[in-house]
């Protein structure tokens, strides 16, 4: 590399880090005037009672205690993790002390992400800057650190599961997968990767930091005000059609006509974003679309390309610079269909840094047949499944109505979050063809 270019290189880089630490800086910015998501609603635990009367009295956590009634909303990890917010006394001070601390965890997450896609790689300063300037820039994100949602810790947790899974170490891995699922359930898909490969390390990792996990939560906390007596009633919901499932759906009027699949489908909640949810909107809009034949559809085709991928991985192999990739886009897939295809609302998404992440990497990278058109499509997903990146309030202003109720029940989101999966599983399926072949010009 030339000294001109190298300087270009730089110069570019910095450009790219920049760009990313002023959305950055927005988010942080108005998540001072606002802070309350679903993360206020699960505070304060039954603890904070004892251990801090002071924050359990504060007036402005009085409608979190009325909505959750003293009751542990969700797994034992948030609130092991946080237990150190119960010395504060107010609802404010703690979102001021999140508010200092989640930003350092972001960073730390993309400093661990970007250190697994860089490893054993050639030195690509301008793509360190772009994948920096993709992850802050992703609207998902910055909903999580607005709202404090604890999402934050779980989207760090999956990138160390991830970064050691990529480099055999287990243990590691399967600690960090425990601590994620025993916050939200639909981690435990992960652990597929694990027995696809006979990897018994990283499930018995599993089963003991599970088992000290609830071993402390139930001397700190008691394991009987948490919903994990409700698991089998949150799994069935998680699993079953929008029609079952009360604890998650409400129970509402019926919205698409056309089948059970849809009953509790309506239009305007415009915090849901999953497949099922999405694709219930289309068949109301198209009736001749049935969205449970399309939903199992995906299932069953992707179920079958992520096995496909895994077989041909596990029999066949891969070159010794491609098995951090082949890890890679495992944990992906399985990160995309345990978020996408259960219950999730927009934020939740932020998890597909994961895999939006690793294919830029990958694309600009590496030289690969049809690679402009893969990276032209990766744009396109990114815009898609990043609400178009334009800022909400602008394009509220232009269509004359709430921009997110538009973006979700307009299928773009869907649209975007099938092409994401679409993208992994055909460098999954492909990858024992591939030969590794750095690209001299990324740099």
Known sequence: MSETSGRTSRATAALLFGMGGLFFAKAVYRAMAYSAGDFYNTLPGEYARRWNPVLWNSPDLQPAIAYSNGAYLYGPTQYLTLFPIVFLDSYRSIAIALLVVYPIVLLAAWYVLWRMLAAGEPKHPIVSGAVFVTMFAFLPLAQTLIQREFEVVGFFLLIVACAAFARGRDTASGAALAALAWFKYWPVVLLGAFVVHWR???????????????????????????????????????????????????????????????????????TQAEIRWALCGVEDRRPALSA??????????????????????????????????????????????GVAFLHAHYYYYIVFLLPLSALLYWYVTSAQPWRKTKVALWLATYVLVNALIVPTTWLTTWLKRDAMDFYLNSSLCLLGTLMLLGLVLWEFSTLPLARRSVARTAA
Not at 251 to 265: H, L, P, T
Not at 306 to 319: D, K, L, M, N
């Open 200 to 270: 018994w390390r990283g499930l018995a990792a599993f089963v003991v930091a599970s088992a000290l996990l609830l071993g402390a939560a139930h001397v700190t906390f008691g394991l009987e005000h948490f919903r994990i007596g409700e698991t089998t009633s949150i799994v069935q919901g998680l699993l079953r059609p929008l029609g079952g499932g009360e604890k998650l759906y409400a129970v509402i009027e019926r919205g698409a006509a056309k089948s059970d699949f849809c009953r509790q489908w309506i239009w305007g909640r415009a």
């Open 292 to 337: 449970k034949a399309i939903f199992y559809t995906l299932i069953i085709v992707t179920g079958a390309l992520f096995a496909w991928g895994a077989y041909r991985v596990e029999s066949h192999g891969v070159e010794a610079a491609l098995t951090k990739w082949a890890a890679i886009w495992e944990l992906s897939i399985l990160t995309i269909a």
